[in-house]
């Protein structure tokens, strides 16, 4: 019996770690911050920073233009 909860428990782990990740969102991938201001690159691609105060430095990476958010 302890066995089967066991493998429940662990299957809802994993189950929620999973969903966790396919949610996209448009956040720094060296800190997880969210963009502080763009500019759009081409047709389907902007360029994201935010400064990181910690490191007293901008970080820029880029995504789709379906995240852009106003300048």
């Excluded at 990740?21 to 991938?29: D, F, G, I, S, T």
């Excluded at 690159?41 to 490191?55: G, R």
């Amino acid at each position: 019996m302890t066995i089967l909860r066991l493998v429940l428990l662990l299957s809802l782990i994993v189950a929620g770690g999973c969903e966790k990740e396919m949610e996209h969102k448009n956040v720094c991938p060296i800190d997880g911050q969210p963009p502080e201001w763009s500019r759009q690159i081409d047709a389907k691609t902007c360029e994201y920073f935010h400064f990181n105060a910690i490191e007293r430095q901008t970080h820029s990476w880029t995504e789709s233009c379906e995240f852009r958010k106003p300048h």
